[in-house]
């Protein structure tokens, strides 16, 4: 699950015991967690590739759409292929936003208290 | 091709340009060589060699898996589809950056945190280590393998262009070179090494593509409306040049066809074992994310820039001069260097040679990125969890590695000898079919599928594996097209190039199936699947 718990990258923490990792599992916060990761992650990658499949079928079987000049030679081909750059960045950086927001506080919190050994 | 094109370009243009060509060649391989043994002096243990002492910082890492990914076939190959087909050639650049976001929702994160060293340590977390690390070894090497040498054999054909060698001798020279420094670079430097050649060869392809851009949008006064109307009216093909379909759009099977295609690079691109250990460099899943989203600014920059490069030199050369060069369009990029230059000035001669060197970057850190992949999953995957069973000491382990690298580079320059003259570009569509089929669907379930069993996973990559390859096989990719690997015979049942509508639907369903006769649903010694780094 991403951003759950960063790894403890100095020597000096002490690795949780299989059994700690478990009982954190079952724990109602690292369920909101997972739900908070997966709940945001799930939808939008359904959405991105119903989106670019979108895109493949018009340029298979909607050519006369796609032809369909614009602006100068610029037709709407060109611009769905653009657009589908332009929605990889917005959905790349609402991505980030969200885990850095909503999930990073959270696993950091998970992780501390584990490695602390509380 | 015929001897008489290949020689074409040679005897006109690039052998008077080869001394320069050469020298700034040799230039990148002196001081990639002098990183890689810098980077070898501080190789000290198992976690250098296989993930670069996992200190990279995200940028760092972002350009590097950008390098990794950045082939030759998406420089050369993707301008010179554009150059030649159009539009057709633009819908590979959008493929292979969308499907970047699978990485980054659903990928990086979690293989950080579930990982060591390779894509086997994932899939060995939950289930029963030796079936699974066997599994995912083979297609990493199966994966890695068809990649490799599909670059291996560009590079003969490239440089057979661009320098002029066209004999049989003079190809295989070139592939053991090519061969042998992806070996240095890999034994020596482990993944410290490579990360840094990955580096310094991002940063010279994302150079020569700006520079590239910059001149074709001066030449049209920054205005894309006139490049693409002019590329249009050059090609012949009129408006149909910036419209889908003059390479996909023939017949119901070929659009079949590319919807496949399609499907594969969006779903590929995360299970790639090379893409995949990347995210091991880093020091936490953060990082992993934060690289995840340079590479996609890097690469999308990238590729936004193919459409200045293809249409640009669709535009200012004519296609019998691209095609006389190279019938695929592969040296169009070059080309255009010269053409933007000036073809008999000095400072044309000046621009083909940096590109020209700029490719040959490309295709040593490719090489190097996937030599690295196969030899970390023969030593860590079959070597030490498989064959010594877990006993494997962290020296014995880098030191099998090490011959592993040794090995698979021999055995590429073999098949990359053997394949110098067959059409092997449709290995890379196969590489990416096998990772879409066999590997992310495996990925995927066993990170967030709780009741995802040993035996799933088995089914799930054997299944894409030998599916993926079975289609292939039977394809005109291999015979019954006069394109195909082996034109003169004919065993081609299979009408798709690109197997993976088929395939990737047919291997995750075998694999969910697989869950109603489980073996055991959890290992005892079963941990959350994100238990952290070594």
New interface residues.
């Given amino acids: 699950?991403?951003?759950?718990?960063?790894?403890?990258?100095k020597e000096q923490h002490k690795?949780p015991s299989?059994e700690e990792?478990?009982e954190?599992?079952e724990s109602a916060e690292?369920g909101e967690l997972r739900r908070s990761y997966?709940s945001f992650?799930f939808p939008?990658?359904v959405a991105?590739?119903a989106w670019?499949?979108l895109?493949?079928?018009l340029?298979?079987?909607a050519?006369g759409f796609?032809?369909t000049?614009l602006?100068?030679?610029?037709?709407v081909?060109?611009v769905l292929?653009?657009a589908?750059?332009v929605t990889?960045?917005l959905?790349?950086?609402w991505?980030?936003r969200h885990?850095a927001a909503k999930l990073?506080p959270k696993?950091e919190a998970i992780k501390s208290r584990m490695e602390g050994g509380a | 091709m015929s001897p008489a094109q290949q020689t074409l370009l040679a005897a006109n243009e690039a052998s008077e340009h080869r001394p320069l060509i050469i020298t700034l060649f040799a230039l990148f391989v002196l001081a990639t060589l002098g990183i890689t043994i810098w980077a070898g002096r501080q190789t000290k243990d198992a976690a250098d060699f296989y993930a670069g002492g996992r200190q990279f910082s995200a940028f760092q890492n972002g350009l590097a898996v950008s390098g990794d990914y950045m082939s030759a076939a998406s420089f050369l190959g993707i301008a010179g589809a554009i150059a030649i087909f159009g539009y057709d050639g633009f819908l590979y650049s959008i493929g292979f950056l969308v499907a970047w976001l699978v990485a980054l929702l659903l990928v990086a994160e979690p293989l950080r945190n579930s990982g060591r060293y390779t894509m086997g340590d994932v899939l060995a977390y939950r289930m029963r280590q030796r079936p699974v690390r066997t599994a995912a070894g083979t297609s990493t090497i199966v994966v890695s393998i068809f990649y490799l040498l599909a670059q291996m054999a560009g590079a003969g054909v490239l440089v057979s262009l661009l320098l002029g060698i066209t004999s049989d001798a003079g190809k295989i020279l070139i592939v053991a070179l090519v061969g042998i420094l992806m070996i240095v670079y890999v034994s020596i430097g482990g993944m410290k090494g490579t990360t840094w050649v990955q580096m310094v060869k991002a940063v010279l392809l994302i150079g020569g593509t700006i520079l590239i851009t910059f001149l074709v949008l001066l030449k049209f006064n920054f205005n894309i409306s006139d490049l693409l109307g002019t590329a249009a009216e050059n090609s012949g093909k009129g408006a149909a040049f910036l419209e889908p379909g003059l390479q996909y759009g023939a017949t119901g099977t070929s659009k079949l066809d590319f919807i496949s295609l399609g499907v594969a690079l969006v779903l590929g691109t995360a299970g790639l074992p090379h893409i995949l250990i990347r995210f091991y460099t880093v020091p936490n899943a953060k990082a992993a994310r934060k690289s995840v989203n340079w590479a996609i600014g890097i690469i999308g920059a990238f590729y936004l820039m193919t459409i200045a490069l293809g249409f640009g030199a669709a535009a200012l050369i004519s296609q019998d001069e691209i095609i006389a060069s190279n019938p695929s369009g592969n040296t169009a990029a070059p080309l255009l260097a010269l053409h933007l230059g000036g073809v008999d000035s000095a400072w044309g001669a000046i621009l083909l040679a940096t590109i020209s060197a700029v490719a040959f970057a490309t295709i040593l850190a490719v090489v190097a990125g996937l030599t690295l992949a196969s030899s970390s999953s023969f030593a860590h995957d079959i070597y030490a969890n498989v064959i010594r069973k877990g006993q494997a000491s962290g020296a014995e382990e880098v030191r099998a590695a090490r011959w592993a690298t040794v090995f698979i580079g021999v055995i590429s320059i073999g098949l990359g000898a053997l394949a110098r003259d067959l059409n092997v570009a449709g290995l890379v569509a196969l590489a990416f079919a096998v990772a879409a089929s066999a590997n992310l669907p495996t990925i995927l379930y066993s990170l967030f599928w709780k009741r995802f069993t040993t035996q799933g996973a088995l089914w799930s990559i054997y299944g894409g594996l030998i599916v993926a390859v079975g289609l292939v096989l039977f394809s005109p990719v291999v015979s019954g097209d006069p394109k195909a690997m082996f034109p003169e015979v004919d065993f081609a049942w299979f009408p798709l190039k690109n197997p993976g509508i088929i395939s990737i639907p047919s291997a995750s369903s075998w694999a969910g199936s697989a869950r109603s006769c489980p073996r055991r649903s959890r290992t005892s010694r079963s941990t959350p699947s994100w238990r952290s780094g070594p």
């Fill in positions: 699950m991403a951003a759950d718990a960063p790894p403890p990258s690795l299989p990792f478990s954190v599992q690292f997966r992650a939008l990658t991105f590739i670019y499949l895109y493949v079928l340029s298979n079987y050519g796609m032809g000049k602006f100068g030679n610029i037709n081909a060109f292929g653009v589908q750059f990889t960045f959905i790349a950086w991505y980030s885990a990073d696993a």
